[in-house]
C-alpha cells in the first residue's frame, strides 16, 4: 500500500505539471494580444506622419498646376481686345493666386503638423520598442519555465515504471481503473469516514482496513481505502 501511494503522489505530480504546461502558453496568448495592440499603435502613428506629408505634396501639385495656369492666362492677356474678357481673365488669375496663398499656408501648418507627428512617432517607437522588450523577456521566461516544467514531468515519468513494478499487480490495475474517473483514487480512511467522499464506512471494513487484512474500497464513491499515517508517505 505505501508503494502505491507514493505512486499515487508521483502520478499527482505528473499532472500538475501537465496541467501547468498547459496553463502556462495561455499566459503567451496575452502578450499576443499586446504585440498586436502595439504593432497598431505604431501603425497608427507611422500613418498619421504619412498622410500630413501626402497632404502636402497635394497641395504642392495644385500649387503648381494654378501657377501653370497664371502663366497661361498672363500670356494671353496681350491678346484680348475685349475689356470685359481682359477683366474676367485678370478677375480668375487673382483667384487663383488667392487660392494658392490659402495652400501655401496650408502647407506651413502641415509642416509644422508633420514635424509635431514625427516627434510623437520617435516617441512612440521608443516606448513601443521598451514595451515590446519587456514582453519578449517575459516569454522567454515563459518558454524557459516551460522546459523545465517538461523536463521535470518526463523524469518524473520515466520514475514512474519502476514504482508501478513494485506495486502488487492486482492493486495496480485497480487503482488504475478508479483514477480514470476518482482522483485521488486512493484516499485515507479518518476514523470511519471515507476521505474522499466523506461517507462512513461500515464498521465490519474498517476493522478489516485498520488491521491491514485486507484492501478495500469505499462502498460509494470506490476508492481505494488506506489506513497509513501521512507522514510516513510524504517523507519517502
Ligand atoms: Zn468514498
Redesign the pocket.
Known amino acids: 500500500m505505501i508503494e502505491l501511494l507514493k505512486l499515487q503522489k508521483l502520478d499527482m505530480q505528473i499532472v500538475t505539471l501537465k496541467e501547468r504546461e498547459c496553463e502556462l502558453p495561455k499566459q503567451k496568448d496575452k502578450y499576443a494580444i499586446q504585440r498586436e495592440r502595439l504593432a497598431l499603435e505604431m501603425k497608427n502613428s507611422e500613418d498619421r506622419c504619412k498622410r500630413l506629408l501626402q497632404e502636402q505634396r497635394e497641395c504642392t501639385g495644385d500649387i503648381e498646376q494654378r501657377q501653370e495656369k497664371i502663366v497661361k492666362y498672363d500670356g494671353q492677356l496681350y491678346s484680348i481686345k475685349k475689356n470685359e474678357e481682359y477683366k474676367a481673365l485678370l478677375y480668375e488669375m487673382d483667384l487663383l493666386k488667392k487660392q494658392i496663398s490659402v495652400k501655401e499656408e496650408r502647407i506651413l501648418a502641415l509642416m509644422i503638423e508633420h514635424d509635431e507627428s514625427k516627434e510623437a512617432l520617435e516617441a512612440d517607437k521608443e516606448r513601443i520598442q521598451g514595451e515590446l522588450s519587456v514582453i519578449d523577456a517575459e516569454c522567454a521566461k515563459i518558454d524557459t519555465e516551460l522546459d523545465g516544467l517538461t523536463a521535470e514531468r518526463e523524469a518524473l515519468e520515466k520514475s514512474r515504471q519502476p514504482l508501478a513494478e513494485k506495486v502488487n499487480k492486482g492493486l495496480f490495475s485497480r487503482y488504475e481503473r478508479i483514477r480514470k474517473v476518482r482522483t485521488p483514487a486512493v ?1 485515507p480512511l479518518n476514523e470511519d469516514v ?6 462512513a ?1 461500515r464498521p465490519q471494513i474498517v476493522n478489516e482496513i485498520m488491521a491491514n487484512d485486507k484492501i478495500h474500497a ?6 481505494l ?1 488506506h489506513f497509513l499515517h501521512r507522514p510516513e508517505v510524504e517523507d519517502s
Do not use: E, T
Open positions: 484516499v471515507c476521505g474522499g467522499c466523506f461517507m464506512v469505499c462502498q460509494h464513491c470506490g476508492r481505502l
